[in-house]
């Protein structure tokens, strides 16, 4: 039983509109705001096919955000590309390192998994902290945007580019979310909730797992190559491990395992940390206590524990979603 | 002039000192890791804790060694409060809520350190025994560092006493294996793991006062340590002595090697070696379990 | 209870009266500084410092109040960028002043130059800000890195110092000032035997770097570290015998007076160039120090110098525009124009490219009275940062 509208898609649809309409509302820095935000929560998705469909925790995965803009910034700026084919090679380059690494390393478990691809996306912070050509620690600025001419927005403008950035979040969510639905994410699932049960069954697990490493990394590349962009420059900090750490946490506080989920923690610990540290220099303290009450309070995370309040309660069985 | 055998002999010292002090700072998170499967991010900001401990006992003793003797107590008394109030709840959470708590613990203790100690780096002024030199095969050598090593190498003798041959040693070392049969005897192995975390705790308190004679002592400080310590638990293997031991010499003289012989690569050196070993050997070099 | 209101009333009414009725706009400072991360303990310095200049150059020009608005570059480029977004186009500031990374400071830079936004750096030393990367609205109170480190070259050759051996953190900045150190000291005659860069991250261990430099037996040893490393590095310097043998050189931060007391031993007899150490002798450094001191218990930094002097540029432009920052151009010129005798002796800047021109002091730490601490040993003169690519 396949069902349209399901609760994610109904909370996807709505943060949408949601800000669509903000960014027409609000001031030039929300705006800003806003496709920061947006270009964090499609990356977020991509750890989260990782970290909560196929179970393969990263703390490396700010390495293939980091190849994303690299490449966007070396072939703009040094080569004198246009952006759109600039794009599209940007994402494929974060595909094939993303092949090449997860060949060796879908293999690995657990803790195991988690180091060895932080040692992976240090190596890659390594290289490019020391690579004078691409501007060494300083970064690389001068990176341009996309041009929409054609579709009459003016990237330029803040709130065009907000909505440019909120388009490609809205298209790689369906995309993700077919992909989910499909078979395959089905598998994968199953593989997460059982690996041995699945390799008895003659799936290829080991493929699987890369297949979606990749994609994963596919991902995060088109969200380094617009967060390139959105900021004009990139520098070595995108890759470094911690990076990485602070999007798995955002991931984990939304609740793991649904697209909306990732969304919602990196919008909701964005806008905290943002808000917090402009009141108090002392922000990281409330955060550390917020993500502590979270295990307490809503284990499943934030949009994890809501969903299953939700899907519990009578209105939403009145629907007729007897569960989704 | 790097073949100069004296030359090597003082690399490999460097090398040992830098490893006794990232065998004390892991032997505890292996462990824990190994029996409890507790992951637990925040084992660096014990260390941080463990630091600032000992410039809090320094500056009201004027004594190394006072705070050598308190700072690591301070920093079990912490660890167990954080076990009681924190921890034990997530005994048996799954791994990612271990992570989002033991992280905010990071963000918790980081702002506890400013708001208790200031932003600005310090130090702990070594001993007054160990803050000359010595000669070693005519190269002037600083005694402190002999002194780490020789510290580590005791500790090292403690817990492998402890382990092999004493009543607890061997329930520990059952219940890495199979907790549920050792539970099923009528052994408390749940007192025997909480016994081991504050091991691990005092542990890394200790190697923060040690290391805070040497290295500098800031905010930030627990994060530096953190992924080296988690190296050398991947590296050697869970939950067991002989890894955290092996581990530790591995990556520190790595890491010394590395910088004198191919300083282009120094960087890395310690995370390429990880990953050929990870490539090879999937559960680390000498897990104390096997992997299924 | 018809009293009581009526009380209330009485009393609410003459609040209202106290309240001037028009009054002015405050003049809006964006303090673009980390406040976390790495750095935080030099961010505070910067602000303890700008509010004390404030309190003693006047925070209230023409009637309008100087107000600051802090945001957290947490030290990171992305960060740093998002939170001069927000101090540029929501609170609408009409200065910035910051940062403390030059990472920081690459990553703001365009920003900052579209929206002819007046900035005012107070420590980050990137030289391309000086150079191919200079924009109009731009000054800088602190330093180029080349600035402190070129005319060093130059003067430890012609002091006697002929095989030095270099070493820095492997980042921009460590790079940057070796090379120019190694341009002044090439020029003038004297060769480099051997330069090291350890890693920035993870760098545990400066032992087996300083086995290499003593095999390599320099008459000096030239060096860039700052914060954590400049204590840890010291130390093992000294601990290492080194102090004996080979004498130690650096670029000022290294025996930073935040510092210098937990160095111990090993930081006395080091010798440095900056841009300003503690005890220059100058009326207005002993006002400043004295306040300093009054406020904080302790002395002031060179950090906290670059922060005052800060203060003193905006306060200074401030009262030769009346207060007026809604011609953000003219407020501009009246920023490159401010000049003044300050704690670093005479400062003004480059109308070629905004860098300050100041005195970098040459100085030797030694012991008096069981307290380490630097005195000036020598002083090379309006030092210009040297750039040449420069157009605005």
Sequence with gaps: MKKLFTLDRFVALFLIALSLLLSESVEYYGQELIAEITILAIFAMSLDLLVGYAGLVSLGHAAFLGIGSYATGILTVQYGWEMFPTMLISIALAGLVSALVGIFVVRLEGIFFIMITLAVSQMFHAYFLKNREFGGDDGMPGIQRLDLEAFGLTVFDPADFAKFTLIVAVLVYIGLDLLMSSPFGRYLIGIHQNENRMRSLGVPVEQYKLAIFIIAGMVAGLSGSLQAQHTGFVSPDAMFWTVSGVVLIMVIAGGTGSLVGAVVGAVIVRLLSHQISSLTEHWMLFMGLFFIAIVLFASDGIYGTFAKYCRRSRWWKSAGNSSD | ?292 | MKKMYFLLMVALSSLFLLTPIHAAEPVKVGMILPYSGVYAGLGKEITRAFELGLEVFGDEVNGRKIVLVQEDTEGKPNSGLSKTKKLIFSDKVDVLVGPVSSGVLAAMRDTVHNSKTPFVIANAGHDGISGAKCSPWIVRTSFSNRQVVRPMGKWMYDNGYRKVYLMAPDYAAGHQMMDHFKAGFKEAGGTIIGEEYPPLQGTKDFGPYLAKVKEAKPDALFVFFAGGPAIQFVKSFGAFGLGNTIPLAGAGWLTSPLYIKAQGEGANNIIGSANYIPSIDNAANKAYQDAFKAKHKREGSEFAVQGYDSARVIVEALKAVNGDTSDKKAFMDAIRAVTFDGPRGKMRFDSKNGNIIQNIYVYKNSKTNGVIAPSVFDVIKDVQDPSDSCTM
């Design chain 2, 1 to 292: 002039m790097y073949s100069d055998p004296t030359f090597l002999v003082i690399q490999t010292l460097n090398g040992l000192q830098l490893a006794m002090l990232l065998f004390l700072l892991s032997v505890g998170l292996s462990v824990v890791f190994g029996l409890m499967n507790i992951v637990n991010l925040a084992h660096g900001t014990l260390y941080m804790f463990g630091a600032y401990f000992g410039i809090w006992v320094y500056n009201l003793t004027e004594s190394f060694w006072a705070a050598l003797a308190l700072a690591p107590l301070g920093v079990m008394l912490l660890g167990m409060f954080f076990y009681e109030i924190l921890i034990k709840k997530l005994r048996n959470a799954p791994p990612l809520q271990q992570v989002l708590v033991t992280f905010g613990l990071i963000f918790v203790g980081l702002d506890a350190v400013r708001m208790s100690w200031g932003n600005l780096a310090t130090s702990i002024p070594k001993p007054e025994i160990f803050s000359g030199s010595v000669l070693i095969f005519g190269e002037i050598y600083p005694s402190y560092r002999l002194f780490i090593i020789g510290l580590g190498i005791l500790v090292m003798l403690v817990l492998y006493f402890c382990l092999e041959r004493t009543r607890v040693g061997s329930i520990i070392r059952a219940g890495v294996d199979d907790r549920e049969m050792v539970s099923c005897l009528g052994i408390n192995v749940d007192l025997a793991f909480f016994g081991v975390f504050c091991i691990g705790c005092y542990l890394a308190g200790l190697s923060g006062v040690v290391a805070g004679a040497v290295f500098p002592v800031e905010p930030g400080m627990d994060m530096s340590v953190l992924i080296l310590t988690l190296i050398v638990v991947v590296v050697g293997g869970l939950g067991s002595l002989k890894g955290a031991v092996v581990g530790s010499l591995m990556i520190g003289l790595a890491e010394t090697y590395g910088q004198v012989f191919i300083p282009e690569y120094a960087s890395v050196t310690i995370y390429a070696l990880m990953a050929i070993i990870l490539l090879k050997r999937p559960g680390g070099l000498f897990p104390a379990r096997a992997v299924q």
